[in-house]
């Protein structure tokens, strides 16, 4: 009788083990896996396993296109101050997701900074109308 009610808990114990293991990645989502804190893998869309305590999702990362829009002002060379309104589409490229979860910290800061030196950098060399006429060069 002991040993048929151990039996059971211990098989009641190892589903619940195993089934904590299962997990879904979401259509343009990509799961990064650690293995005692170690990248171990990426898992992209579907239905995974992971050895449960072992195993640990460190997080997930959105792989559709983004948009992202600074606003921008600075002076033209006939010192009139502009703003612009600059959107930047972007995504992740699939064999760069390690690099994207790992490397960036925060990636819409980044992407804002690089947009911010760009035109600053341009921006000031051009008068009012070559601005709104070479705005294709700018990007």
């Not at 896996?33 to 305590?53: A, T, W």
């Not at 997930?60 to 010192?79: A, F, S």
């Amino acid at each position: 009788m002991i040993t048929t009610i151990l039996s059971i808990l211990l098989a009641f114990f190892a589903l619940i083990v195993l089934f904590s293991g299962i997990f879904t990645v979401k259509q343009q989502t990509a799961a990064a896996i650690e293995r005692f804190g170690k990248f171990q893998r990426i898992s992209n869309s579907g239905l995974h396993f992971k050895v449960p305590v072992i195993d640990q999702i460190a997080g997930r990362i959105n792989l559709k296109v983004q948009q992202l829009d600074v606003l921008v002002e600075t002076k033209t060379k006939d010192d009139v101050f502009v703003k612009l309104k600059i959107s930047v589409q972007f995504h992740v490229i699939g064999t760069r997701i390690y690099d994207a979860f790992y490397k960036l910290e925060n990636s819409h800061d980044q992407i804002t900074s690089y947009v911010f030196d760009v035109v600053r950098a341009e921006v000031p060399k051009m008068k009012l109308d070559d601005v709104f006429e070479r705005k294709d060069d700018i990007a």
